[in-house]
C-alpha cells in the first residue's frame, strides 16, 4: 500500500458563524434583508445566485444570527404529505429551489406559513420568476416574490474566499499560491471549492505543504481530465 492510499478523509467543518462571512458588494443586499427578518415583504423572502456563490453559506449564518434551530429543508425532499404535517417554525427554509419536485408540496407550505403568521425563505440558482413551474398559483406566488439576487464575485472577494477555504481546512498557504490559483483556475466559488479539496487530499497524501508545484501538477491535470471534471 503507497503512501498516497493512506491518506484518509477526515473531512472538514466550515466556519459558517457571522464574523466568518464575507461580505462584498455582490452580497450585501442579500445580507441585509436577512438581517431585517422578520420584517420581509409579505413575510417571504428569496435568495438566488450561481451555485457556490454562498447561499447555503449565508443560510447557515441566517439560523446563527438569529439563534434559530429551523432546519434547511432540500427543496428535491419536500412532498405534500409532509408539508402538510410538519411542524413549522418562526421562519421556514426551503434551499435548492431548482430542484424542486412537487410543486403542490411547496404551495401547501406557503400556504401553512401564511396562516400561522410564519415567514418563508427560498433559496436558489435561479430567480424565481424564471422557474419552471406548471402550477399556475405557485407561478403567481413566486412572481410577486420579493428576490435578492447574489452577483459575480469581485478579485478581492475571490481572494478572500480562496484564503477562507484554506483556512477552513486549517491550511497555510502562501500569498504566491492564491494569486496564482486565481490567476488560473475557473472563477467560481464552487470551482475554487473543488481547487481547495483537491490540494488538500494532495498534501495529505504526500505529507507536504502546498506550494506553486502543487498547484501547477493539479491545474495540468485538471486540463487534461476537463471531460471528466464538472465545474459550475
Not at 435548492?96 to 418563508?120: C, P, S, V, Y
Not at 504566491?176 to 486565481?182: K, S
Amino acid at each position: 500500500m503507497t503512501d498516497s492510499q493512506l491518506a484518509l478523509d477526515l473531512g472538514h467543518r466550515p466556519a459558517l458563524g457571522r464574523d466568518d462571512f464575507l461580505v462584498a458588494p455582490c452580497n450585501a443586499e442579500a445580507v441585509a434583508w436577512l438581517e431585517r427578518w422578520p420584517d420581509w415583504p409579505h413575510h417571504a423572502l428569496a435568495l438566488f445566485g450561481p451555485q457556490g456563490c454562498g447561499k447555503s453559506h449565508l443560510l447557515e449564518v441566517f439560523r446563527a444570527h438569529h439563534g434559530l434551530t429551523t432546519p434547511i429543508i432540500p427543496a428535491s425532499q419536500l412532498n405534500a404529505d409532509d408539508s402538510l404535517r410538519m411542524q413549522l417554525d418562526a421562519v421556514t427554509i426551503v434551499d435548492d429551489l431548482d430542484d424542486l419536485a412537487d410543486e403542490t408540496a411547496l404551495f401547501h407550505l406557503w400556504n401553512r406559513t401564511k396562516e400561522t403568521g410564519a415567514t418563508l425563505l427560498l433559496a436558489g440558482r435561479s430567480a424565481p420568476t424564471r422557474l419552471k413551474v406548471a402550477l399556475a398559483d405557485l407561478r403567481s406566488r413566486l412572481g410577486g416574490l420579493h428576490a435578492v439576487g447574489i452577483g459575480a464575485p469581485d478579485d478581492c472577494l475571490l481572494a478572500a474566499i480562496l484564503v477562507k477555504l484554506f483556512a477552513d481546512r486549517q491550511l497555510r498557504v502562501g500569498e504566491d499560491v492564491v494569486t496564482y490559483i486565481l490567476g488560473r483556475a475557473e472563477r467560481s466559488f464552487a470551482a475554487l471549492g473543488e481547487m481547495v479539496e483537491r490540494l488538500d487530499r494532495q498534501s495529505l497524501s504526500r505529507h507536504k505543504p502546498i506550494g506553486l508545484k502543487m498547484v501547477r501538477e493539479i491545474l495540468a491535470n485538471t486540463d487534461d481530465r476537463q471531460g471528466e471534471l464538472t465545474w459550475i
